[in-house]
């Protein structure tokens, strides 16, 4: 699943990143319907602007919440998502390009000793380069992506690893 996300919604698009989905940034005109990208099937566009409502299209979803944990909750529930769907930290939150694996040798020296030390997992962004490995942060945002699908009663679902 691809979204296509308004350029204030940036929170918001972290957070679909960190689940795992395709977020791209882009502005989004509500006068300027022709400089839309055409629907594509499994891709969705996210915006707050009220004004785009009139364009009708079947691929937007305009949000009401205004932080992103609770954009996330009505883009969950208003697709019908659950736990399967979602791939934590397997894209880059800068980027959105998916995680290639890393060899733990060629990390040494491009990170923290500690972290070197600690963890034996390491994943690069292709056009960043920039490093990730399963951290303390795992943990809080896994907590958080469970709390969002405790929320919609998907609890018989396998949470997010």
């Known amino acids: 699943m691809k979204f296509l996300v308004d350029w204030p919604l940036g929170g918001l698009a972290k957070w679909l990143r960190f ?32 004004a785009c409502r009139r364009l009708k299209r079947p691929d937007l979803l305009v949000l009401a919440a205004a932080e992103p944990e609770g954009q996330l909750t ?9 736990a399967r769907d979602f791939k934590p930290l397997s894209r880059c939150r800068h980027c959105n390009d998916p995680l290639a694996p890393l060899s733990r040798d060629l ?4 990170v923290a000793e500690y972290v070197f ?4 997992r390491f994943f690069e962004c292709p056009r960043c ?3 990730y490995w399963p951290g303390s942060h795992l ?3 896994t907590g958080t992506l469970r709390d969002q699908l405790d929320k919609l009663g ?7 690893e």
């Open 19 to 50: 689940c795992g989905f395709d977020a791209t940034l882009m502005r989004l005109a509500p006068d300027k319907p022709g400089s839309w990208p055409p629907p594509r099937p499994r891709t969705h566009i996210l915006t707050r602007q009220a």
């Open 74 to 82: 009505e883009v969950v529930k208003r697709l019908g998502l659950s």
């Open 107 to 110: 990390v040494q020296g491009r």
């Open 117 to 120: 030390l600690q963890q034996r």
């Open 129 to 131: 380069h920039r490093i």
């Open 139 to 141: 943990q809080g945002i």
């Open 154 to 160: 998907d609890r018989d679902a396998d949470p997010p």
